[in-house]
Nanobody, 120 residues
Framework: QVQLVESGGGLVQAGGSLRLSCAAS????????MGWYRQAPGLQRELVAT???????NYADSVKGRFTISRDNAKNTVSLQMNSLKPEDTAVYYC??????????????WGQGTQVTVSS
């Protein structure tokens, strides 16, 4: 019912910036929480940042102060502004949405991911 498409990944030098975007489309009653997760090779997928429909945010300690998550509820998009990037930020970044479907059931949707590579 809901599809998520990420964009904005790429190659960047350490200390540089990237902006990731995620667009949700489809049919749902509401999207309560949207967020970004990342996964490096051989590691578990980890939380980067989340944002509720009301604008409340949550950040991993490793990115706090460097990354900013934002959301446009009308457009059902979520963005992640990443500044002061470090090689340790290199990972596949996934968009996530907690979706309330018509009928009241809740599902968790994921995008296909976008690669972010930070060179040292």
């Amino acid at each position: 019912q809901v599809q998520l498409v990420e964009s904005g990944g790429g190659l960047v030098q350490a200390g540089g910036s990237l902006r990731l975007s995620c667009a949700a489309s489809g049919i749902a009653w509401s999207i309560n929480v949207m967020g970004w997760y990342r996964q490096a090779p051989g590691l578990q997928r980890e939380l980067v940042a989340t944002i509720t429909s009301g604008g409340n945010t949550n950040y991993a300690d490793s990115v706090k102060g460097r990354f900013t998550i934002s959301r446009d509820n009308a457009k059902n998009t979520v963005s992640l502004q990443m500044n002061s990037l470090k090689p340790e930020d290199t990972a596949v970044y996934y968009c996530n949405a907690g979706v309330v479907l018509i009928g009241g059931t809740i599902t968790n949707s994921w995008g296909q991911g976008t690669q972010v590579t930070v060179s040292s």
